[in-house]
C-alpha cells in the first residue's frame, strides 16, 4: 500500500469482528513496532500483548467506555519503562556489544547521566513522548499489514498494572487495539495546514 493512502485510510476503529488475528501477523506487527526510533537508541518502553479473552474482559470492566478493549483480536498495552538507572546501563552495554564508536559511547553515555538528574517528571514525560512513537508504528504498521487498530489513552493506567501483573517500574501509557474491524470510517477531518503551522 502506498504509503500516502496508508495515512488517509487508517482509522480509530471502535468495533471489531470477533476474528483473531493469526500468530505469525501479530509477530510482524512486533516487528515493526522494534524498529521504532528513540532518543538516544534507548528504546524506553515495553509492550504487553493482550489477546486472552478473559483478560481482556476484565480490562474492559475498568474502562466500560471503550468496548474496542474487549472487542478486539489483540491490546497491545504500551508502557513507559522508567528505571532510568537500568536502561543507562543496558545501553551502554548494547553499544559495547554492537560496536559503536568510543566518542559517541561517551556523548550518548553523557546525556543519559545529565538527563538523570532532570525531575522524574520530565524524564517520565520524555520516555512517554518516545513510546508514543512505538505506538505510531503500531498503528500504521497494523494498516500495512491489513488489520484495524485505535489508540486509547482513556483507561485507569494503575488498575491496568495490577489486573496484567506489570513490574513498578514499567508504567502503562497507551493501548493499542489491534484486530478487523467490525464498523466503517467516519469521515476524516484534521486541521488545515494555515492553522498548524507557526
Ligand atoms: C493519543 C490518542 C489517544 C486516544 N484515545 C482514545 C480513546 O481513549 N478512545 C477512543 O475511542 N479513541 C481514542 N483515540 C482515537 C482518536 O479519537 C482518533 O484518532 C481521532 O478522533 C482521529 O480520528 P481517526 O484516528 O479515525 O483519524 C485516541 C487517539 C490518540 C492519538
Redesign the pocket.
Known amino acids: 500500500m502506498d504509503f500516502k493512502d496508508l495515512l488517509t485510510d ?3 476503529a ?1 468495533a471489531f469482528q470477533d476474528r483473531t488475528i493469526p500468530e505469525e501477523t501479530i509477530q510482524e506487527l512486533l516487528e515493526m513496532i522494534r524498529l521504532a526510533p528513540s532518543g538516544l537508541n534507548i528504546q524506553p518502553w515495553r509492550i504487553k500483548v493482550v489477546a486472552d479473552r478473559a483478560t481482556k474482559a476484565e480490562l474492559l470492566a475498568l474502562a466500560p ?2 468496548p ?1 478493549i474487549g472487542g478486539c483480536s489483540h491490546l497491545l498495552v504500551f508502557c513507559a519503562h522508567t528505571d532510568w538507572e537500568a536502561q543507562t546501563q543496558k545501553l551502554g552495554r548494547t553499544m559495547k556489544e554492537k560496536t559503536v564508536p568510543d566518542k559517541i559511547w561517551g556523548i550518548v553515555m553523557g546525556i543519559a547521566a545529565e538527563m538523570a538528574t532532570e525531575p522524574e517528571d520530565e524524564l517520565y514525560a520524555w520516555i512517554v513522548g518516545n513510546v ?1 512513537m512505538a ?1 505510531t508504528y503500531g498503528l500504521l504498521g497494523a494498516e500495512a499489514l491489513g488489520l484495524d487498530a ?6 485507569p493506567p494503575a488498575e491496568f498494572s495490577r489486573v496484567l501483573g506489570l513490574p513498578d517500574a514499567v508504567k502503562p501509557v ?2 493499542v487495539a489491534v484486530g478487523y474491524a467490525a464498523d466503517e ?2 469521515p ?1 477531518w ?1 486541521y488545515p495546514l494555515s492553522d498548524i503551522l507557526l
Open positions: 487508517r482509522y480509530a471502535k467506555d471503550e474496542q508514543y505506538a485505535c489508540p486509547m489513552t482513556h483507561f497507551l493501548l470510517p467516519k476524516k484534521r
